[in-house]
């Protein structure tokens, strides 16, 4: 910063005085002046990334996604990282393009003819419209191929859960585990909508998965169009009436939070809230065994 006032005063005075005369010595000029501000561009870029905190694994890097917490989570995640990437690439050679024409090939002062002119240049014209269709091509194979992984359902899954949507609130169906002599014969979680007397969620469904398997939602709906949506799963997938829809996961770290219905439904759309959780396979274990009993007891979900 230091060299910024170090040109004499009397520089762009001169200057001024010869302006007529040194029109060719500008675009040097300029090519100077560039090559002072390009580092201190690259300390600034560099800076700015050393104090926003930039490790491999924040929310700076992940573009304000949350942390994944299934492995599907985390294709979705690279994806989106991996779109951002080429999109500051292309970027950068576009805006670097711009300002290179814009610096080097403007009208010089004092002459009457405009800058050279390129028109029906072929090759460029080639280039410009292949280059976006190999863009477009390589976005398109990456989100195919990621999608193909993400909705891929294995015959046999670990565990399988029906998330039945209805306004306002979420009923989940264990259809593995039976309970006999309750009215579903399984185990069945339900809830009630959000309130605002008992703002502290104690009265929402509960879902349960265990980490390390695999998970099956079938996703049906008893009126209208719902969405399910856990947010680090970094998914989310319609709830239609009359036909099902499906998704696996398998979770990658333990953890809680809410989860939301995310397709506006009626008036308590937003209170149809549900609390998730994500155990270890013995916490699992455990946790549904101590539904079978409480359910058995009870003559069904409560
Ligand atoms: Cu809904």
Request: charged residues 15%; proline residues 8%.
């Amino acid at each position: 910063m230091s060299s910024v006032p170090s040109a004499p005063p009397s520089r762009d005075a001169h200057d001024q005085g010869r302006s007529g005369r040194s029109a060719a010595a500008r675009p040097a000029r300029a090519r100077t002046r560039l090559g002072r501000l390009a580092p201190r561009a690259a300390l600034l870029a560099l800076l700015a990334m050393a104090t926003t905190g930039c490790t491999p694994d924040n929310a700076f890097t992940r573009l304000g996604m949350p942390a994944p917490v299934t492995r599907q989570g985390q294709v979705i995640l690279t994806l989106w990282q991996g779109s951002w990437i080429a999109a500051w690439i292309v970027g950068a050679v576009v805006w670097g393009l711009i300002i290179w024409a814009i610096i080097f090939h403007r009208k010089k002062r004092g002459s009457a003819a405009p800058p050279h002119q390129v028109r029906y240049n072929l090759p460029i014209e080639m280039l410009y419209t292949v280059v976006p269709f190999i863009m477009v091509g390589v976005l398109f194979f990456f989100t195919a191929r990621d999608e193909n992984y993400i909705d891929k359902l294995s015959a046999h899954p670990a565990v399988t859960i029906t998330i039945v949507g209805y306004q306002w609130s979420w009923q989940f169906q264990y259809k593995n585990y039976p309970v006999p002599g309750s009215p579903t014969g399984y185990v069945t979680e339900n809830g009630e909508p959000w309130s605002p007397e008992t703002a502290g969620h104690s009265q929402l469904p509960v879902l349960v998965i265990p980490e390390g398997e695999t998970v099956r939602f079938n996703l049906v709906s008893t009126d209208v169009i719902h969405a399910f949506w856990i947010v680090p799963f970094e998914f989310k997938r319609d709830v239609i009436p009359g036909h099902p829809n499906h998704f696996e996961v398998t979770a990658t770290k333990t953890g809680s939070g809410i989860g939301h219905c995310t397709e506006l439904c009626g008036l308590y759309h937003s209170r149809m809230l549900f609390k998730w959780r994500v155990v270890t396979q013995a916490q699992f274990s455990a946790w549904i065994h101590t539904q079978q009993a409480a359910q058995q007891k009870a003559g069904g979900a409560q």
